[in-house]
């Protein structure tokens, strides 16, 4: 008998360990909705070993937040399901997916929030090149500083920064852009 309106259910399946703090945060600040966490790095790489996913879990799912796990027959498996929110920037995962084909819930991709983290990522791949961190940090962790003839020779110092040079960079969206102004800011 009554029960009033029915909680949304808010389902996370997401290639990392569930963030136990976070999900509590959630639940504090929105106690009407019911969230869930599945933990899909197992497949990640799927191979003939892996698993199957059990689509019951998306049952009484009304919300979706994934990277790349979504029901296999939408509409049988996920009857209540209204919204989808990729983590990611892109949605080719999900473009000849049924979830994308043959249904028309609204789907929504995280573009825009990975300038930072990405931009960082990049300019830390250049430096460790340039600087020729992995080759360095090999030979200190042997205890090899290099003989006098390599270093004349100029195969530990011969280290470029970034100040005055040119950076290309390949798309101008939200993450293009923040390479853009951190190259900037470091000189090129």
Not at 13 to 28: A, G, Y
Not at 65 to 79: G, H, I, M, Q, Y
Not at 131 to 141: E, P
Not at 165 to 188: D, F
Request: with cysteine.
């Amino acid at each position: 008998m009554g029960g009033g309106q029915p909680k949304d259910h808010v389902l996370l399946t997401l290639p990392f360990e569930e963030p136990p703090d976070l999900l509590k945060q959630f639940r504090s600040k929105y106690p009407d909705i019911n969230f869930s966490f599945k933990d899909v790095s197992h497949l990640r790489n799927k191979s003939k070993d892996t698993p199957e996913f059990p689509q019951s879990i998306f049952k009484d799912v009304t919300v979706l937040v994934s990277l790349f796990t979504f029901p296999e027959n939408p509409k049988a498996d996920a009857p209540l399901l209204d919204y989808i929110q990729l983590f990611s920037a892109g949605s080719n995962q999900v473009q000849k997916h049924p979830i994308f084909t043959d249904t028309e819930i609204p789907i929504c991709t995280a573009s825009g929030i990975h300038g930072p983290q990405i931009a960082e990522w990049v300019i830390m791949t250049q430096l460790v090149q340039t600087h020729k961190y992995k080759m360095l940090h090999d030979l200190q962790k042997k205890h090899q500083w290099g003989t006098q003839e390599e270093k004349h020779k100029g195969t530990f110092y011969k280290v470029k920064d970034m100040v005055g040079q040119k950076l290309g960079v390949l798309g101008y969206g939200s993450i293009g852009r923040q390479v853009a102004r951190v190259g900037k800011a470091m000189g090129t």
